[in-house]
């Protein structure tokens, strides 16, 4: 499989390389600590479409370029110059947040999380089916501290992923929680040395691999609810996402946060 052709300047913003029966597909945007801008929900989307149709790809493992950050979520600077950070193909936008909460695929996707995962970037490895973190690695929702919420499926899958009320204290105090206590938690299955996380998350693709592939694709599908290529459990909860962004985004808390943080003080929060 050839890497997509969605580029930023003159490198593609997604890169992807098959080892074996295993796709590994790279955001490669590490000076942007792999933040998610349209080039990024293209190539990604399409990566996982591809990856989902080669009969000969029977795990995919998802990380991010550098030794930084895995992702840090959506493209602020692009979202500040007036940027979409939407797929520039409308049929794909179904796909949401980064080409890949909204696309549920039967091929099994493993995040290898080498770096800082917070906002966006958890909610990618929520979106995943299993996890391997780097021992630097961090996760977390704080956009509750910037006067929003965690859109891309974020607010209802960690209370899902974990105890509930161990996801509700993420979702709600928006601290960041390390490697070793994500793992204590389940929202990862395992924690490596930095260096080795994407070799350890192969190992656990090609262990499924290994198994016999229609088998592993409906568990999966059975296990998750994936019907016809949506998972219609989570509908309703997509329908009340929808309603609340247009509530709290248009809030004037929601423009003081993160000019707060851009002003480096503490958000004076109005409840409106």
Known sequence: MNAPEYTRADEPAVLVENRGHVAVITINRPEARNAVNSAV?????EALEQADTDPEIRAIVLTGAGDKSFCAGADLKAISRGESIDATDKTRRKWGFAGVVTHPISTPLIAAVNGTALGGGTE???????????????????EV????IAAAGGAFRIVAALPKKAGMEILLTGRAVSAAHAADLGLVNRVVPDTDVVDAAIELAEEIAANAPLAVQASKRLALGIVDGTVPAESDRWAANKSEIRAVFSSRDAQEGPRAFAEKRAPAWRAE
């Open 41 to 45: 929900a293209d190539g990604l989307g």
């Open 124 to 142: 990618l490895v929520l979106a995943s089916d299993l996890a391997v973190a780097a021992e630097r690695a961090t996760f977390g929702l704080p």
């Open 145 to 148: 501290r910037r006067g929003i």
